[in-house]
């Protein structure tokens, strides 16, 4: 038997336990700091206004990856609260008359209207904490 065993009997019983559940508890931390729970948050809107059909690639603050989208539908839209970081969106194979635009909390930050001429066009916004 460990010596400290016989003064403190439930103490090999208590620090185990509690080990694992720390390091959870610090993990969630961390994952949910991104999220703007323990800092400031923003609700950003990505949409590509235009008719017909385009490749489509964006990415949120937070996101390690660009998600792509083949062949979408204009118009087109997505939401999502975020964190601090970059929000990006691309738009490749555009119809002319296309635009990216990028909105913070209901106000446009971002707006670009004019494909080059492959018909690629993106839009950013890089969101701080104030």
């Excluded at 016989?6 to 559940?21: G, Y």
């Excluded at 490749?55 to 601090?84: D, R």
């Excluded at 930050?109 to 004019?114: A, L, P, Y």
């Amino acid at each position: 038997m460990h010596p400290t065993a016989s003064r403190f009997p439930f103490l090999h019983r208590v620090v185990r336990p509690a080990l694992p559940a720390s390091g959870a508890m610090l993990l969630a931390a961390t994952t949910l700091t991104g999220c703007g729970l323990f800092g400031q948050s923003w609700d950003v809107k990505l949409e590509v206004t235009g008719t017909g059909q385009a490749e489509v690639g964006y990415s949120f603050s937070g996101e390690t990856g660009q998600t792509k989208a083949a062949n979408e539908s204009l118009p087109w839209t997505i939401s999502q609260n975020v964190g601090f970081g970059f929000n990006g969106l691309a738009v490749r194979h555009a119809p002319p008359g296309t635009a990216c635009r990028i909105y913070v909390d209901g106000k446009l930050r971002e707006n670009q209207d004019k494909p080059d001429a492959e018909g690629t066009l993106s839009c950013s916004v890089n969101l701080q904490e104030e």
